[in-house]
């Protein structure tokens, strides 16, 4: 397993703005994702972040939204651009090590007005 | 298409019994499946996973039973304890390095 730490825990922001999210491990992983959960919803996969390569984005997830960075191995960040209050959710993201089991960060809780 | 579906929203079981949540599947190409508990304001912690060549997987007080033929799982916890109530989600994913897709989620309540 891993300690995954994420900043903001949450935030209240107003709409039309943006707000970067930030994800810390404390190993080397290559393979880091982004996830959403929408009040009341499951967890949805927003994007694949592989350090060396462009992020991957889900059907329904775009770049311009959801920018996002992996610049080395231990950390990565996602960016909610021009927010609406539907994009109001818990951001988490999550790691594996090549075992296929996910390890997630304690989210990111943000309310968009 | 919710390919991973847990149609029980919320389970209540007193302490000491035994809790069986199930889960239900419709893609085939899933290979690998996981549960995960999560408390409210955390993350999902990671509880037990099984690979789709296995029928059964233990790990302490939690086993996963899969049933291919069904694609149908079940996470049982025995016994239950109070701090075991959380919501609890199974997700399958298509080999490693891949996403996993998670059902909706049974609320677990367990009473003393």
């Known amino acids: 397993s891993a300690v995954i730490s994420q900043k903001p825990s949450r935030d209240i922001c107003q709409r039309g703005t943006s707000l970067t999210i930030q994800c810390q491990v404390d190993?080397?992983?290559?393979?880091m994702f982004w996830y959403r959960q929408q009040p009341g919803q499951s967890l949805t996969l927003i994007a694949t972040a592989n350090q060396g390569s462009e992020a991957t984005y889900e059907s329904g997830f775009v770049i311009d939204k959801f920018p996002i960075s992996r610049p080395n191995l231990t950390f990565s960040t996602l960016t909610v651009s021009n927010m609406s209050p539907e994009d109001s959710s818990i951001y988490l993201c999550s790691v594996e090590f090549g075992n296929y089991e996910q390890y997630f960060g304690p989210g990111t809780r943000l309310t968009v007005t | 298409d919710q390919q991973v579906k847990q149609n029980s929203p919320s389970l209540s079981v007193q302490e000491g019994r035994i809790s069986i949540l199930n889960c239900d599947y419709t893609n085939s190409m899933f290979d690998y499946f996981l549960w995960y508990k999560k408390y409210p304001a955390e993350g999902p912690t990671f509880l037990i996973s099984i690979s789709s060549i296995k029928d059964k997987n233990e790990d302490g007080r939690f086993t996963v039973f899969l049933n291919k033929s069904a694609k149908h799982l079940s996470l049982h916890i025995v016994p239950s304890q109070p701090g075991d109530s959380a919501v609890y989600f199974c997700a399958a994913s298509e080999g490693g390095g891949n996403k996993l897709t998670f059902g909706t989620g049974t609320q677990l309540k367990v009473e003393l």
């Open positions: 190993s080397q992983v290559t393979m």
